[in-house]
């Protein structure tokens, strides 16, 4: 898995060296593989266990850097934001087997034009060694990676029937 270090620098405020804090990480059990530039930005390579799904992000590799040094973590804020109403008068989602999916929830969000992300969402995808689609792409991509949470980007108007299944 590859790690910013500039993002996880954002998140905790360490002042570590990229090569200390993989050593740090690798003492902690995550187990940094290789650390190399990425222009202005270090990657640095984690080979996790199947124990530790909890650092499958950054902010849970932060998590574990602000445990281990004392660090105050700075946490991104959230500002959602969507049409009003109900999303149900939008959409509608069927889950077929709730043992495989038990949850899945959905925002509409209106007024979204496609075109190229901004050049620091560029920079952090890449950086990890991602590549860059499109905004919406990106953003979900992006938010995968920050908090580990999977996301999809559906256009409203191509759902068969308005309907997620």
């Keep these: 898995m590859n790690i910013s270090y500039n993002w996880l620098r954002e998140l905790t405020g360490t002042t570590l060296e990229p090569r200390e804090l993989a050593e740090l990480l690798t003492r902690l059990g995550l187990a940094v593989e290789v650390v190399h530039e990425a222009g202005d930005d270090f990657v ?3 080979d996790l266990t199947s124990n530790r799904p909890d650092c499958l992000s950054h902010l849970g590799v932060a998590r574990e850097i602000a445990a281990a ?6 946490l991104p804020e959230a500002q959602p934001r969507g049409v009003g ?4 008068s939008y959409t509608s989602i069927e889950l077929r087997d709730a043992d495989l999916c038990p949850r899945f929830t959905a925002r509409v969000v209106r007024g979204v034009t496609i075109k190229p992300s901004p050049e620091w969402l560029v920079k952090r995808l890449e950086a990890i ?3 860059p689609i499109n905004n919406v792409a990106d953003i979900t991509n992006y938010v995968l990676h920050e908090h580990g949470q999977p996301l999809h980007a559906y256009d409203l108007a191509k759902l068969a ?5």
């Design 161 to 165: 029937e308005n309907r997620i299944v």
């Design 44 to 46: 640095l390579e984690i």
């Design 85 to 88: 109403g109900q999303t149900e």
């Design 129 to 131: 060694g991602q590549r």
């Design 69 to 74: 040094t004392g660090a105050r973590m700075s």
